[in-house]
């Protein structure tokens, strides 16, 4: 398939189709506190996903508290919060998705300085960051998940 067959409004999904297709999958009960969340999720900042899912739901925790201390940037931890009304049944029907081994966060197609900022997780959210978040703002330890292990991981990627 061309590569800009591949791509959806400038972002290119050809790794995400091969960690998919590339990967054997499972249900299973995993922690939060050793999954990785998206690099930049929701256009939060940096600092706000560089760790696990706990440490961003700590990071954004004291903007909810105190939303005069919210700014633009931070906006997105008030669509967080309002999906923790709904996240835990979401979740329940839909799982997290998941991957081992860090294949998104340290992926060899992100620049060497980004992948070294980010914390090494056992897991790395592929979707249901937000959800992720929520659960963990609300004080969740472990959820269900579909965790993909990758059969093959290239030299040249990982």
């Keep these: 398939m061309p590569l800009e067959k591949l791509t959806v409004s400038g972002v ?8 998919y297709f590339n990967s054997e999958w499972r249900l299973e009960m995993i922690p939060l506190a050793e999954c990785g969340v998206w690099p930049r999720m929701g256009e ?14 700590e990071y954004i925790r004291p903007y909810l508290s ?14 967080i919060e309002k999906l923790g009304n709904f996240a835990e049944i979401i979740t329940e029907h839909v799982p997290i998705i998941v991957l081992e081994d860090s294949v998104i966060r340290h ?7 980004e992948r070294e ?12 960051n937000h959800r992720a978040v929520s659960l963990a703002l609300a004080g969740k ?18």
């Design 44 to 57: 939060l900042p940096d600092a706000a996903t560089t760790g696990t899912v706990v440490d961003t739901a």
């Design 141 to 158: 330890t472990h959820i269900i998940a579909l965790v993909g292990k990758r059969m093959y991981k290239s030299d040249l990627l990982f």
């Design 107 to 113: 992926s060899k197609l992100r620049p060497k300085k």
């Design 12 to 19: 290119m999904w050809g790794p995400r189709f091969d960690n």
């Design 66 to 79: 105190g939303k005069k201390k919210m700014n633009p940037k931070m906006k997105r931890a008030l669509y």
């Design 117 to 128: 900022a980010y914390q090494r997780c056992a897991y790395d959210i592929d979707d249901g």
